[in-house]
C-alpha cells in the first residue's frame, strides 16, 4: 500500500519467532489437539509494528537481537517479505532466538501464548551505530531491550525525533526510560509502581511530563490525555465494533500504524485511525493475513 508521503521508523525491542497454531481451545493437561490452521511468522512487539508500520507504505528499521541459529531464517526470510530491515546487535550469538508458541481459540478470538522473551539475549548501548537515527523520523520502544532502548530515546531526544512507547506491561528501567518518552501507548495491565487503575497510571505518566498518553482497553473505548492537561481532562475514544476472529498481536499492529498516523495527522486522529487498523487484524487469523484485505 503506498502513500504520499514515505516515513522512516525504528524499533527497538524484542524479536521472536512465532508458532501460531488456530484451533477450539489451548489443550488441558495431557491432551493432544489437531489445529485447524497455522502460521510461522516474525513476531514480538516492535516486530509486528514494524511490519504494520513498512505495509501502510514507510520504511522500517527493527533495532534487537536475532543472532545467527538455523532458526533465524525463518524471521529473516519473513521479515524481507515485508521490507523490514534489521540492525541485529549480537549477530554472531548460536542461541536460538526466543520462540513464542500460541494458541488462538476458532469461538473467542483469544490467545495463549508461552515465550521466554528477551530476557536471555539483552545486549548494551555500545552496539548502538553512531548513525542509527540517520533519517529517522519516529522511534517505538517496546521495553524488552531496555538498556538499547534507553540509550536510543536519550539520543532521540537531542535530535527532536519523537519516541512512542508500547507499554504493554511494566519493566524493571521503564523509569528511566520514560522522561525521553513524547507518546506513552500502554495497555490496561501496565502499571507503574504503586499504581492500581487507569487514574493512578495517568497521573504517574502526566507528572513525568509526557506530554502525549493513552491507554488501550481492548475492545473497550480508549482513554487519553494531550498536552498535559490536568487529570480531570481524561478523554475518551470508542473503537470500532467488530466480530474478533483473533486478538494476537492487534496492540503491535496498534503502535505501528499510530506511528503512522501520528507523523501526519493529530495525536487524537492517530489514535482512531490506528484502532481501525487494529480492529481490521482482529478479523482475521495471524498477524499478516489482514494486510492482504487493506
Known sequence: MQNQKSFK???????????????????????????DDYLVVAGGPVTNAAVAFSHLGNQAKISGVV?????????KSDLANYQVEIIDNYPTTENPPPVSSIIVSKETGKRAVISINAVKTQVSS???????????????????????????????????????????SWKPGFDKLL???????????????DCHNSEEVFAYLNKIGIPHIAITHGEKPIQYLANNLSQ??????????????DTLGAG???????????????FTTALEEAAKIAALS?????????????
Open 252 to 266: 503491535d499492529i496498534f503502535h505501528g500504524a499510530f506511528c503512522h498516523y501520528v507523523l501526519q495527522e493529530t
Open 126 to 168: 555500545q552496539s548502538i551505530s553512531p548513525d542509527i537515527l540517520q533519517d529517522i523520523d519516529i522511534v517505538l520502544i517496546d521495553g524488552h531491550q531496555m538498556t538499547l532502548g534507553c540509550a536510543i530515546a536519550q539520543k532521540a531526544k537531542v535530535e527532536n525525533i519523537p519516541v512512542v512507547i508500547d507499554g504493554g
Open 67 to 75: 543472532g545467527c541459529h538455523p532458526m533465524t531464517q525463518l524471521i
Open 9 to 35: 521508523g525504528l524499533f527497538v525491542g524484542l524479536v521472536t519467532l512465532d508458532l501460531i497454531y488456530l484451533a477450539e481451545s489451548p489443550p488441558k493437561n495431557n491432551q493432544k489437539l489437531v489445529a
Open 232 to 245: 480531570s481532562e481524561i478523554k475518551i475514544l470508542d473503537v470500532p465494533k467488530i466480530q474478533a476472529t
Open 282 to 294: 482482529c478479523q482475521f487469523f495471524g498477524s499478516r493475513r489482514w494486510m492482504t484485505n487493506h
Open 179 to 193: 522522561p525521553f518518552v513524547d507518546y506513552a501507548i500502554c495497555s490496561a495491565t501496565f502499571y507503574p509502581p
